[in-house]
């Protein structure tokens, strides 16, 4: 089974501290992908790759940076927390063109 | 992108059938109809897709309208473990760029009654 693993479940920082998602994946998939979801707003697109070193925006990447220096990790890099950060980030991946993302387990960060 | 109608809310009974419908009456020709579930405080979880004809894999099976502007995801036996928000995805896959993300709506709460 594929398997999408994220670094933390739940984490707690302060506004304005540099923040730090990992997410793994084990099945050698080209496309990964940042979300996070929100009530009433549903899964939105941060920021994906699909191939090491290679990023795309995806629908809200302001206050995001990602980092994608081995095809299993992407990291997802908040430079100065804040509270409307306070989400469930959620990691996916895919094999190319395949069509099936596979998600992690999501960690949901509160910025107090 | 082109948008899916689901209802908000349905109840099965364990053991029996469900059947979760789906609109998507601006679908085009290459868009894939893409269903996923989101168990309570999990991550979502690919179900099932297609493109015209039906498909059956070990977790459910998805029925396409002939017009292809609605399907169906059918749980063959309802069980505890399936009641989750399923959502109904288009997906083009045949180009990249922003066609890559997933765009989630609401859904449907599926609650199973023991």
């Known amino acids: 089974d594929v398997k999408v693993t994220q670094s933390s479940r739940y984490l707690v920082k302060r506004t304005g501290e540099k923040v730090f998602l990992e997410c793994v994946q084990d099945?050698?998939?080209?496309?990964m992908f940042w979300y996070r979801q929100d009530p009433g707003l549903g899964l939105r697109l941060i920021y994906f790759s699909y191939d090491v070193k290679m990023k795309e925006k995806g629908d809200i990447p302001e206050g995001y940076s990602v980092s994608r220096e081995k095809k299993e990790r992407f990291s997802l890099i908040l430079e100065s927390a804040s509270t409307n950060q306070t989400s469930m980030y959620l990691c996916?991946?895919?094999?190319?063109?395949?069509?099936?993302?596979?998600f992690g387990p999501g960690t949901r960060l509160t910025v107090t | 992108d082109a948008k899916t109608t689901q209802p908000n809310s349905m109840e099965s009974n364990e053991e029996e059938p469900v059947h979760l419908p789906c609109n998507h009456s601006t679908i085009s020709g290459t868009d894939y109809i893409h269903w996923y579930r989101q168990l309570p405080s999990q991550g979502p979880e690919y179900v099932i897709h297609g493109l015209t004809s039906n498909v059956n894999n070990r977790m459910a099976s998805l029925a396409i309208a002939e017009d292809r502007k609605s399907s169906t995801l059918i749980l063959h036996r309802a069980t505890l473990r399936d009641a989750a928000v399923y959502y109904c995805i288009l997906r083009d896959v045949g180009s990249g760029g922003s066609n890559y993300k997933l765009t989630f709506g609401k859904g449907t709460l599926l609650t199973v009654n023991p």
């Open positions: 099945m050698d998939h080209e496309n």
């Open positions: 996916a991946s895919e094999i190319a063109v395949r069509g099936e993302q596979y």
